[in-house]
């Protein structure tokens, strides 16, 4: 028997954003026809609310957002936030100013927006992701000289950081394996994965899948009439969480030992395929 799907979590790099970081016009269409069937669809994504494409997305009919991986979320298009879990400066303010003595580049995602350091600024080029990611992070942050001193002087939390690393000449990524060993050593932080080699921290216990659990009580919707749709490590979670997970083609193998359905790939319209599979 099908089951009834009545929330459908959509992540956006890799899944629902094609290699251009465009929603193609097939998502579009079954996404409207979801929503025309009282369907909540909600965005489940690493990007802070800066990051995503508002109108749009109002437009299509959809009406809430899981950000920074699962620490905030919030309502479209006003931008209202109902949850929120940081990371307070006497926490996150010494692993910064370790991570600032590496040669890396790194993002923090406060109240929906993103900071990173002006030393940062002219490495952007350098990262290994699509220009169109390296677009978007040089349109969306506002930089500063000293990250940390930003966030303790004006008494902000972060809901998360993202950290993303420099290719080297033999395959590697510069510091990535120290970063990892500094972040392992605070078990007040967990870490992943969310793309391109990058990693990724939040407060412990915040994923995308605590988000939709929060989303699920806060509209009254049953965790067994959800689906989501994932393509990397910060998705498992979420995959595991909702009644379906729903993998990308080009999901990674470890997302998709742990999806109950792969779907066609980012590029070939697979968000539109799950949605006509399980829903309409």
């Known amino acids: 028997m099908k089951k009834i799907i009545r929330l459908v979590a959509l992540d956006m790099d890799g899944t629902l954003f094609n290699n251009q970081s465009q929603i193609s016009e097939e998502n579009q269409k079954a996404i409207r026809s979801a ?3 009282d369907v909540t669809v909600a965005i489940s994504t690493g990007r802070p609310y800066i990051g995503l494409p508002v109108p749009l997305l109002a437009e299509l009919g959809i009406r809430y957002a899981i950000t920074s991986g699962g620490a ?48 940062c600024r002219p490495g952007i080029d350098r990262l290994a992701m699509p220009e169109s990611i390296r677009r978007y992070i040089r349109e969306t942050r506002t930089f500063t000289d000293d990250l940390a001193a930003y966030i303790r002087d004006n008494h902000l939390c972060v809901e998360k950081m993202t950290l993303n ?24 932080i967990s870490f992943l994965s969310g793309g391109y080699h990058n ?25 067994e009439e959800t689906m989501a749709c994932g ?26 030992k742990n999806a109950d359905f792969i779907t066609r790939s980012n590029e070939a319209d697979g968000v539109a395929y799950a949605i006509r599979t399980f829903i309409c």
């Open 231 to 256: 393509d990397t490590q910060n998705d498992i979670d979420i995959l595991n969480t909702a009644a379906i997970g729903v993998a990308m083609e080009n999901a990674s193998d470890e997302v998709k």
């Open 199 to 223: 990693l990724e921290f939040t407060r412990t216990g915040t994923t995308k899948g605590t988000g939709l659990r929060f989303l699920c009580k806060y509209l009254g919707i049953s965790l």
């Open 35 to 37: 929503t025309a069937q």
């Open 72 to 119: 905030a979320i919030y309502r479209l298009p006003e931008r209202k936030c109902i949850y929120q879990c940081c990371m307070e400066p006497e926490l996150i303010c010494p692993i910064i100013e370790e991570l600032q003595k590496m040669d890396i580049h790194m993002d923090a995602f406060i109240d929906g927006n993103g900071y990173s350091r002006h030393s």
């Open 165 to 188: 690393f420099y290719p080297l000449p033999d395959g590697t990524f510069r510091d990535r394996e120290e970063v990892k060993a500094l972040l392992a050593s605070h078990p007040e």
